[in-house]
């Protein structure tokens, strides 16, 4: 969330920096702004009559001392008056300070400076393009009549188990699965990423830390009983891990990759864009996540997106970057960069990684800090990407390589998958 001084420092600026993310700011900071001249105003109270409750604590004593009685219990009577004061004050100051919390976990993040203007996917930006884009015949098949033809996927069965969005994968298909997991850990762990394997449940307090909540909650699947939360991505167990910490500046920066099933309720989709593999409601993933120092974290969202672009290329998919405008990002980024690859049968950008910088807004909720020179403590910046998301993967890796033979399995997975292609 965002931070108190940087709001009282320049509300308007702020509230000029949401209207970008299409947020009206301007009632819930001008709100927070009063609030907090208020909770100052009583600290101040509480804090006076602290000070004034020592003093007299100290007289009660020297009263006694001296028999005089009477005036010792006046003095305690005015000791009593106080504390009954700052009952009150301390009844203020937590009201206050909860609906502080509670307007800051509403406000979305501010975008970074380079943010384009734009309301809609439409207005993103394309930056960088690269991949050959394939050549497919007119008897062409979309991945799911693939994945019949050659028992891959068998979504039907998906339904009678569970319901739609959670595919059965089967034989090849399973391995397909398993040899991109094991490929996208390896790169990731050639890069310096240390492995976590997380829990895929998490609590709420971790749902808050990550700003999945209270935004998200209602695309989460939640277990009511437990009050626990399914995760949407490995971003919300591994960033929580630094929840509370205070880490010395010279482990940074943490590097950490995890590959986890991802369930998402995905409420309202419907039509094409949720046809086979396009959109799921449980998904396999290998996400990276980055703390790093302020000064530093820019060059690393660079060095996440090289990452993702290799996993790309050596998969041998056309790609481009979209540079996310302010109305299609999300809640809590600062910035954020989608990969998308050509599905050559869909004749359509299918989005596989988000790469995003979220500055200090998740590191704020967290409490996720790190020492600097100065002996103090300071807000760490937190960065996290798909490396990659598997179902459009799978999707574009089936459509593309397809020929009269089979599917080809990229030259970099053969050594995952054991077989050339699929027949």
Not at 263 to 271: C, D, I, K, L, V
Request: proline share 5%; aromatic share 8%.
């Amino acid at each position: 969330m965002l931070t108190l001084k940087l709001i009282n420092d320049n509300p308007e600026e702020v509230i000029r920096r949401l209207a970008v993310k299409h947020f009206d700011g301007r009632e819930p900071i001008t709100r927070i702004v009063e609030l907090d001249r208020q909770r100052r105003a009583l600290q101040k109270q509480r804090d006076d009559n602290a000070a004034e409750l020592n003093k007299m604590s100290a007289q009660i004593g020297a009263l006694m001392k001296e028999g005089k009685r009477d005036e010792a219990t006046q003095a305690k009577a005015q000791v009593a008056a106080l504390k009954g004061n700052n009952k009150e004050i301390d009844d203020q100051l937590t009201a206050a300070q909860k609906e502080i919390t509670d307007i800051l976990l509403s406000v979305p993040n501010l975008p970074y400076a380079g943010v384009p203007e734009g309301r809609t996917a439409e207005d993103n930006v394309v930056e960088k393009t690269g991949g050959t884009m394939p050549q497919l015949g007119p008897d062409a098949m979309p991945h799911w009549d693939l994945a019949r033809k050659y028992g891959l996927i068998d979504f039907d069965l998906g339904v009678k188990i569970t319901g739609a969005g959670f595919p059965v994968y089967v034989g090849k298909g399973a391995r397909l699965q398993r040899a991109l997991t094991q490929f996208f850990l390896d790169e990731a762990g050639r890069a310096g990423y240390v492995e976590i394997e997380p829990p895929f449940v998490v609590n709420e307090d971790s749902g808050i830390g990550t700003g999945q909540l209270p935004d998200k909650e209602g695309q989460m699947y939640h277990c009511q009983m437990d009050n626990f939360y399914l995760i949407p991505t490995a971003e919300v167990p591994v960033t929580n891990m630094y929840r509370d910490v205070i880490i010395p500046q010279e482990e940074l920066p943490k590097k950490n990759c995890a590959f986890s099933a991802c369930f998402r309720r995905e409420a309202g989709s419907y039509g094409k864009d949720v046809r086979g593999l396009n959109r799921l409601h449980q998904f396999d993933k290998v996400e990276i996540v980055r703390i790093e120092k302020p000064e530093d974290s820019y060059a690393a969202l660079e060095e996440m997106k090289d990452h993702v672009q290799s996993l790309l290329e050596k998969l041998e998919l056309p790609w481009h970057i979209l540079r996310l405008c302010g109305g299609d990002m999300s809640f809590t980024s600062a910035i954020t960069f989608d990969f998308e690859v050509w599905s050559a049968a869909q004749q359509r950008w299918l989005e596989v990684s988000s790469v995003s910088n979220f500055e200090t807004y998740q590191a704020n909720r967290l409490h996720c800090r790190y020492r600097g020179d100065d002996k103090k403590t300071h807000l760490c910046h937190t960065l996290n990407g798909s490396a990659l998301a598997l179902p459009r993967i799978v999707a574009a890796l089936l459509e593309n390589n397809q020929t009269p033979q089979g599917i080809v399995i990229p030259e970099a997975l053969r050594r995952y998958t054991g077989f050339d292609i699929i027949d």
